[in-house]
């Protein structure tokens, strides 16, 4: 693979680009959930399901429209020439791995919804966020991403720190006295 990729005008390691990215990630997908909050009570868990799909289906598309306007300058402002300048969908080719993995992301996303609903961002979000340790893993020994025992002695040492925060977490929830059914908190409905 190419040591360089090109972002914004200009040429940009692909660890530098794959850090910030990660970075990015991890605020705005930290913060993913934050809105929930503010939907009230009725709009909670599986009910915001389908508000979350429509945001997500509309920043989806927007960022196609980006795309394409990004391409009209080295297309001559031709639109069409800017619409097959993207890259291609390869649907007969990825239908399946493609489906396959938005059933399984939105599962995931369902299941941190509910997470969240009952164990609060703090809690609920950061176990959710166990599942890098399940991509880790997969990355380990499916892809072969990290070779070498030194090294992966460190991912699974720092994989036990973070079980150990994910537990030490679920701990902190399960010390609290308040529940769902208590008389002053409102009932959650999933």
């Known amino acids: 693979p190419l040591a360089t990729v090109y972002f914004c005008g200009r040429f940009v390691s692909r660890r530098t680009m794959g850090l910030a990215s990660a970075v990015f990630n991890g605020v705005w997908g930290g913060s993913v959930l934050v809105p929930m909050h503010f939907a009230g009570s009725n709009a909670s868990g599986l009910g ?24 009209l300058p080295s297309n001559s402002y031709s639109l069409q020439s800017a619409i097959y300048s993207l890259p291609s969908f ?67 040492s720092m994989a036990v720190l973070t079980i150990a925060g994910i537990l030490l977490l679920g701990y902190e929830h399960h010390g609290s006295t308040k529940t769902a059914d208590s008389p002053d908190e409102p009932k959650k409905n999933i």
């Not at 920043?59 to 795309?67: A, D, E, G, N, P």
């Not at 599962?107 to 166990?130: D, K, P, R, W």
């Open 48 to 71: 915001f399901v389908i508000s979350f799909a429509i945001g997500a289906s509309i920043v989806t598309l927007f960022l196609w429209i980006i795309r394409i306007v990004i391409h």
């Open 90 to 156: 390869h649907i007969r080719v990825l239908w399946c791995v493609g489906v396959t993995s938005g059933l399984l992301w939105s599962l995931g996303n369902i299941c941190s919804m509910i997470s969240v609903t009952y164990l609060g961002e703090g809690v609920g979000y950061s176990v959710v966020q166990a599942s890098m340790l399940v991509s880790g893993l997969w990355g380990i020994f499916w892809f072969r991403e990290v070779t070498g025992s030194g090294k992966r002695m460190k991912w699974f």
